[in-house]
């Protein structure tokens, strides 16, 4: 199960209960090193207001991108490579954290959707990996109404680059929602394989 999950492929993994998970979590990690991969692990526990949930973990992604990617002065070369994209995704995540909704964020990540795909190059460039991983542990602790939207930017922020994404449940979760304002989500078989654990 642990290869579906770390191969080159997008992921929903539910659990039957949480100590698997935690153990699959400390598995991803440890094969992550050294692997030619970059594994961002992001619990979506979050201790905040739970109507803010998907804007928190988004923030808290790209503030563990920018942390990963930061480059000192030790490596002068590097360091002046990267420091204006740094500067640039610094403030980036400064008004990631001026969006209210779930939607002024998924317009404002379309917008910015191209200097948050190159630094997620420059980690893998960085990091001298071959891809990314992210992977959100806890999903089930999103509100159900928020996962689907969620789940579509964490796809469209790995879509297009040297990245994939690992979903971690230990419920059924909602990444998809067909409403009468349209289709809000990840679709099975299409964006994602679903793996039982």
């Known amino acids: ?37 970059s594994v961002l ?8 207001e739970p109507t803010a949930a998907s804007i928190w973990v988004i923030n808290r992604l790209l503030e563990i991108i920018s942390l990963r990617t930061h480059v000192g002065c030790g490596n002068p070369t590097a360091w002046f490579k990267y420091r204006k994209d740094n500067t640039e995704f610094g403030l980036l995540i400064q008004r990631v954290r001026e ?13 910015n959707n ?8 420059n980690l893998v460039e960085v990091e001298k990996s071959q891809f990314a991983l992210v992977v959100l542990g806890d ?17 469209k922020l790995t879509k297009g680059v040297p ?3 690992s979903i971690l449940s230990t419920d059924e979760p909602l990444v998809f929602r067909k409403d009468s304002l349209g289709e809000v989500g990840i679709q099975r078989s299409h964006d994602y394989v679903e793996v039982r654990a």
């Open 1 to 37: 199960m642990i290869d579906k999950v770390l191969s080159r492929v997008n992921s929903v993994v539910i659990f039957t209960n949480p100590d698997a998970m935690a153990s699959h979590v400390k598995a991803v990690e440890k094969l992550g090193i050294g692997s030619g991969m």
């Open 139 to 155: 999903f089930q602790e999103i509100p159900r109404e928020q996962q689907p939207a969620l789940a579509m930017m964490i796809h």
């Open 163 to 165: 990245a994939y994404f």
């Open 99 to 111: 969006q209210t909704t779930a939607d002024a964020l998924n317009s404002f990540l379309a917008h």
């Open 114 to 121: 191209n200097a948050i795909k190159k630094q997620i190059r």
């Open 41 to 48: 692990y992001l619990s979506c526990k979050n201790p905040n």
